[in-house]
C-alpha cells in the first residue's frame, strides 16, 4: 500500500484555464456567478484546486483566450498561487478567416496567419516556462467535395514542420485529432493514425494527444493508449467523458470502468510518473454545474482509477493471461475495479495535510461565494472571450 | 410522366425562417453578408426560395427569435411576397430558467412559464393562420441521477396535455424527438417511440416529427417512416443531413440513397401530396455556405429524391419482393435511384415557367449582392437573435 | 442493511438452456469438454448454478433446440434438480423455410409454419408449467427494396394476433426487438417503439423484452427501461454486454456502470421483486471461456449491480434532484456504485448457507471435471443443435 | 469519353473464391444450389463472372478453404478458364488452437503454427504466380484483462516480421485490419492506424488493405485512402457494403454515394490502373442472394461508380476548391454523381464485344441451371469448407 500512496502521491493532473469560463452548446452559454473575468482570476481558480487535490499543480492556457502583455508576470501569478503554467493551446478556429480552416486552408494568406499565431504561441511558451505546444485544429470540411483531401494534409504537413523547427530545448509538440466538430463531413486530423503519421514525420518532440471524447462509436480508447506508449508518442491526455460525441462531460462520469482501462495501461507500462512525459490534462466544458466543485469531482474520479488501476496484481494477472485463463485474467482485473478505494484516497490526504474529502471542504471554504460577490463589473471569461 | 410531373408540380417544401440566420457551432458563428436582420427579412428571403424553385411556398418561424408586434401584418407580408407562414416552432430552451429543462424541469415555476410559451405559441397560430405547433425540447440530463427519469415524463406529459387542450380546430401538434444535445446523458425525448407513446396518449392531432438528423448511428429511419405511416402518426419531417451527430447539412448532402429510400416509403403510402398531410420541412444550418443558394439546393435535392421515387416501378417491385426475388427487387429500386431526373425536373420548371436551372437564376438575378448591400446595420438575426 | 437483504434473497436470475451449449461466431465456433449433450444435461448445469449463487432458480428453454417427447418428465427432472423451467424461447429462424424471413415472410405458407411453431411454443408452455412465451424474430431485410416494410408489418401483426389470442390463463408475450443481425438492412422489430406498438395493440398481457445487446450504439438502455416500466410494459430482460454490436458477452463486464444505471431504474420503480413480473434473464454466448463459471460470474455482477442499486440514498437523491444540485445528486448515485458490495452479497450468502464465493466453490467442487469425463459420445449441444 | 472508356477498359475488380460459397451468419447458413464443391468449381464461377463483366479477370483463394494437390495445376485451370490467381488469403482462425488468437497468441507453440501457415502461404504464391499475400487476423480479446494489448503487440511484429523476410522479388504484404468481430472487446489490428506502423517497420512491401465494413461507425473511408495513397501505403481494398458491422452486403448495396467518393480519391490520386498496384477486391458474403448474379451486382456496382468518379470535372472542381466556394465545389462533384452512367458501360461493354447487360446476359445463359443439375453429390464449399 505504501508503493500505491507513493505512486499516487506523485501523481500531477492539469486543469485547463477554460474549464472555469463559461461554455455551452451552440443553442446556448448558461452564466455561472463568480466565473473568472481574466486569466489571472482563472488562474485563482486553478490555485484553488490544486489547494484541495494536491494532484492539480499545473494550468493549461489558450490564446488567444488567456492573452496578456505580461506573460512572466502570468506565471509569477501562478507560481504566487502555488501552481505553475502548464501547455499552451493555439486557438486557430475563431478568427473570420479561419471559416474554411487555418493551416489547411487554401488560401496561403490565411495558413501563414494560421502559422504566425502557432509561432507566437512558442513564444509565449519561452516566456511562460511551458514544456508543451498543444495543437488542435478545427480545420475541416463540411461537405464532400469542398476541398482537396490530399492538398489539405500537404499544407498541414508544411505548417507542422514549421512550427516544430521553431521549437526550443526541452519543447514539445502535442497534437490533437479529432472525429468530427466543427467540421462535419472530415476534419484534417481525424484520428490517431493521422496524427500518429504527422509526427513521425516531424520527430521524436512531437507527440500525439488523446481527447478521450474524440473518437467513433465503440473505439477502444485503451488500445491506443497502450500502441502509442509502445511507439514512444504518447504526449497527453486530454480527459473528459461523453456519452455520444465530444460531449465534454466530467472525466469518468460516463463510463468509469473506461477510465479505469486507460489507466490500467498507463501503470502496466510504467508511464504515471512525471519522468515518463505523459500530460495527464482535463478539458471539458461544465456546461450547467459549479465549474470549480466539477474540476475538484474530475480531479478525483481520475485519481479514483488511477488507485484502482494501481490495485491490480500485476504478477496474477499475468499469469493468468499467459496460461489462457480468460476468466481468472478478468477477474483480476475486476477485483482492482471493484474495490472501494475512497478510503485509501482519504488516508492519503490525511498524510499529505489535505481535507480528506475535497469536494466538502471546498464547500466549506466560502471561495465560491466570495468569488461570486467580487467577480461583479467586467465580462466573464468563455470560449471566445 | 405526366402523372409524375403532376405528383412532382404539387410537391410542399417548408423552408425554415432561423435557415437565413447566422449559425454556426459551439466553437464560432461566422457571420456572412447579407443576412436578415429581422422576420419580415427572412421571409423575404424565403420567398425568393420560392420564386425559384416553385415548391417552397411556406415558412416556419421560430418564436421567440421570430417574435413581431402584429403577426397578422407579418401574414400579410408573407403573402405579398408570395409565401404563407407555415409551422410555429416553439423555443423552450434559450431562457436563463431552462439551464435544466423546461417542461421537465423539476421546478413547477419554470415548467408554468414554459407551458405559458407554448400556449403563446397557440396563439400565434391562430393570428397567422398557422397549422402546426412544433414542439422540440432541448429538456434532458447531462449526468446520471441529474434527475428522476420518470417524474421527468410525468411532467412531460402534463405540459404537452395541458397544451393539446388548447388547440383550435383544424390546428396540430407536431412532437420531435432528439437523441442527444444539447443534453449528453439523456434527453427526455430521445427517439420515435417516446414521441409516438406521448402522441398517442395526447389524440389523433398529436402526430410525430422526424428530424432525419436525430438518430443514433445506423437507425434506419424509413423504417420509422413506414411504421409511422402505417400508424397514421407521422405529422412532419425536418429534412437536412449528417454524417455523424445532428450536423445539419443540406438535406441530401451526405447520404442521398437514403433521403431517396425515405421519399419510397412517402411515395409507397401516397403521402406526398398535400392532402396527406405530412410536413416536408428543412430544418439545416448553413455555416459555412452562402444561405440562400444553399437552401435552394436543398429543396433540389429534396425534389430529386422525389422524382426518383416517383420512378420506381411499383407493380415490378411488388411482384419480386412477392416472388422473393431479392435482386430482382433490389434491382427495381436502383434503377430508378440511378436515373438522372434533372432533365425532367428542367422540364417541370420550364412548363411551370421556371428557370430550369434554380441555382443559376438565384445567381443571375442579383438578389444576393443587393441585400448584401441593403441589410446593413441593425443585427443580423441568428440563433438566439 | 436488512432491507437490502432481504430484497437482495427475493432476487431471481434466469439462465439460458444454450448458454450452456457450444456456440460461436460466424467464423468458427470452438468446442469446449463437458458441454451438454441434451436438454436434460442444460438443466442439470443450470441446477448447478442455481445452487452455488442460490438466485437462479429458472433456466429457459430454446425451441426446437430443447425439444424433447415428454415436457412433463422434463419439468419434472427440473425440479428433482432443484430449479424451474422458465420461459419458452421460439425459433423460427433456423429452418431452410425461414430464409426471407419467418412471420413476415411473403410467403403464406411459410407464415403458417412459423405461427404453428409459435402456438406450438404456447403448448409446451401448457405442459411445462412456463408462464413467458418470448419471441425473437430474425425477420428482416438485406438490402432496400428487397421485400415492403410496411407489409411486413401487417403480417407480423397477425401472426402476433393469432399467438397471442392461443394464450392461457396467466401466460404472456414477450416481445424482443433487435437492431440488426442475421438481417443486415433492416429488422422487422428492430427497436423497443416497434415492439411496443404492436404490445399495445395486442393487449395488457403483451410486453417487451430489452435485450442490453440490441441497440444502436449510445442508446440510453435505462432510458428506456424507466419509460416501459412507467407504461406497464416492460416485461424481461435479456442480460448480456457489448463494446460493439450483440457481442452477447457475460452482463456487467463491458460496461457495469451501465448495468448498475438499469438496476438502480428498477429498483427506483420497486420492479425487483418476482411480483413485479419482470423476468431478469441471461442471454449470452460463452464463445472462449468456461461456460459455468462464466454464468455464475453473470448472476453474480446482476447481483453487484442490484446490490449497489439498492445502497442508493433515495431520499438524499431526491431531494438533489428536485433542487437542481447536478453535482450532488450525481454523487448520491455514484456514492452507491463506489462502494464495494463483495462483503455484504458474501455475508448474504453465508447466511443462506452458501459458500460467500460461488465461483471458487464451483472450481473446488469437481463438477467441470466430472461432466467433462462423462459427457463423452452424442453430439455436444450448440446453437442450431 | 474516349480517355474515360479507356480506363474504364482497363480496370480490374478481383473476386473472391469464397464469395461463390455458402455463406450465412452464427444463426444460420442457408445452402444454394449449384454452390462450388471445390477450388476448381469456384474459379469455373469466377471465371464465369468475368467473361460477362469483362474486368474480373482474377481469383483470389483463401487456404485452407482452397487447398489442393497441385497449385501449378489450379492456376493452368485458371489461365484454361481465362482468368488468373489473385491474392492469396492466409485463415489463421479456424483451427482449434487458436481459440485465443494465431500470431498475438501467448502460447509460442500456436504462434509457431499460424506463422508456418503464413510460410505456406507465401510457397503457395511462389506456385500460383500471386504476387498478394493478404493476412486478416481475427486475433484480439473479449475481456478486458483476458491478455496484455502491449505484449500482443510485440508477437504480431515479430510473425508479420517473418513473414515479411520471406516474400520473394515483387510479392507483397497486404495488412487488412478490423474493427471487431470475432473478437468482442478489442482486435489486435483494430484500424487502420495500426495497419500502417506495422506496414512502416516492415518495408516498403508491406501495405494496408482497407475493408470498407470494417470500420466504427461515422469513419471517412475517403479519408483514409486519400491518406494512404499520399502516404504510399495503400495495398488493397476488400469491397463490400454495410448498414451495421461488417454486414459484407454487395459493395455499393448500403451507401453508393460513399463508394462513389472513394473512387473519386482513387482516381483523383491516378491509382485506378493496374501500374498502380492497388488490388480492387470484392470480399462479400452472399447470404441469401444468388451468388453469381450478385458478384456481377458487384462488380457493376464498383464500375458504376467508378465511371462517375471518371466523370468528375476536375480542373473545375480544383478552381472551385481554390476559390473556398463551397457549394460550386459540392456541386461539381455531385453532377457527376448524378449523371446515370448506365448507357456509357453498355456502350463499352458492345464495344467490347461483351453483353451490355451482363445481369440479364448471365441469366440468359443457363450457366445457373447447369451448375444446380451438375454439382451434386459432394459437400458445397463454405466458410469452413
Redesign the interface.
Known amino acids: 500500500m505504501s508503493e500505491i500512496k507513493a505512486a499516487l502521491a506523485e501523481q500531477r493532473i492539469e486543469t485547463p484555464s477554460w474549464g472555469y469560463g463559461n461554455?455551452?452548446?451552440?443553442?446556448?452559454v448558461?452564466p455561472q456567478p463568480g466565473v473568472p473575468r481574466d486569466p489571472w482570476e482563472k488562474i485563482d481558480d486553478a490555485a484553488t484546486v490544486h489547494r484541495f487535490t494536491g494532484v492539480a499543480p499545473t494550468v493549461s492556457l489558450h490564446i488567444p483566450w488567456d492573452a496578456v502583455d505580461d506573460y512572466a508576470a502570468l506565471a509569477r501569478h501562478a507560481e504566487d498561487r502555488g501552481v505553475a503554467i502548464g501547455a499552451i493551446n493555439a486557438n486557430v478556429?475563431?478568427d473570420?478567416a479561419?471559416?474554411?480552416g487555418s493551416v489547411a486552408n487554401?488560401?496561403p494568406g490565411v495558413r501563414r496567419k494560421a502559422v504566425d499565431h502557432l509561432l507566437d504561441c512558442v513564444e509565449i511558451m519561452d516566456r511562460t516556462g511551458s514544456r508543451d505546444l498543444k495543437l488542435w485544429f478545427?480545420d475541416g470540411l463540411?461537405?464532400?467535395?469542398?476541398?482537396?483531401?490530399?492538398?489539405r494534409?500537404?499544407r498541414l504537413a508544411e505548417a507542422l514542420a514549421e512550427t516544430y523547427a521553431r521549437l526550443g530545448e526541452g519543447q514539445r509538440l502535442l497534437l490533437e485529432y479529432k472525429?468530427?466538430?466543427?467540421a462535419?463531413?472530415?476534419t484534417d486530423v481525424?484520428?490517431?493514425?493521422?496524427a500518429?503519421?504527422h509526427c513521425?514525420d516531424l520527430g521524436p518532440r512531437a507527440q500525439v494527444v488523446i481527447d478521450t471524447g474524440h473518437?467513433?462509436?465503440?473505439?477502444?480508447i485503451?488500445?491506443i493508449v497502450?500502441?502509442l506508449?509502445?511507439?514512444g508518442r504518447l504526449g497527453a491526455f486530454d480527459f473528459n467523458s461523453?456519452?455520444?460525441?465530444d460531449?465534454d462531460?466530467?472525466v469518468g462520469?460516463?463510463?468509469?470502468?473506461q477510465l479505469f482501462?486507460i489507466m490500467h495501461?498507463i501503470v502496466?507500462?510504467d508511464a504515471l510518473t512525471p519522468a515518463a512525459g505523459i500530460a495527464f490534462m482535463l478539458d471539458q466544458c461544465h456546461?450547467?454545474?459549479?465549474k470549480i466543485?466539477?474540476v475538484i469531482?474530475s480531479v478525483l474520479n481520475v485519481q479514483?482509477a488511477t488507485a484502482k488501476a494501481l490495485l491490480v496484481d500485476a504478477a496474477a494477472?499475468?499469469k493468468a493471461?499467459?496460461?489462457?485463463d480468460?476468466?481468472g485474467?478478468?477477474?483480476?482485473?475486476?477485483d482492482a475495479?471493484?474495490?472501494?478505494v475512497?478510503p485509501l484516497l482519504a488516508e492519503l490526504r490525511a498524510d499529505q495535510g489535505l481535507d480528506p474529502d475535497p469536494?466538502a471542504a471546498f464547500h466549506r471554504c466560502g471561495y465560491a461565494a466570495r468569488v461570486a460577490a467580487e467577480r461583479v463589473g467586467g465580462e466573464q471569461a468563455g470560449?471566445?472571450a
Chains 1, 2, 3, 4 share one sequence.
Not at 461523453?242 to 460525441?245: D, I, L, P, S, V
Not at 456546461?287 to 459549479?290: D, K
Not at 475495479?337 to 472501494?340: A, F, P, R, S
Open positions: 461554455s455551452g452548446t451552440r443553442f446556448r448558461f478556429f475563431q473570420e479561419y471559416k474554411l487554401p488560401d478545427a463540411n461537405y464532400p467535395g469542398q476541398d482537396d483531401l490530399r492538398a494534409q500537404d472525429l468530427f466538430e466543427p462535419f463531413y472530415t481525424p484520428d490517431w493514425g493521422t500518429f503519421a513521425l473518437h467513433a462509436p465503440g473505439t477502444n485503451e488500445f497502450a500502441f506508449l509502445r511507439a461523453r456519452f455520444y460525441a460531449d462531460l466530467m462520469a460516463a463510463d468509469p470502468f482501462r495501461e502496466r507500462a456546461n450547467i454545474e459549479p466543485p466539477a469531482r479514483e494477472l499475468a493471461q499467459q496460461e489462457g480468460v476468466l485474467a478478468n477477474a483480476v482485473l475486476m475495479y471493484n474495490t472501494d475512497r469536494v470560449w471566445g
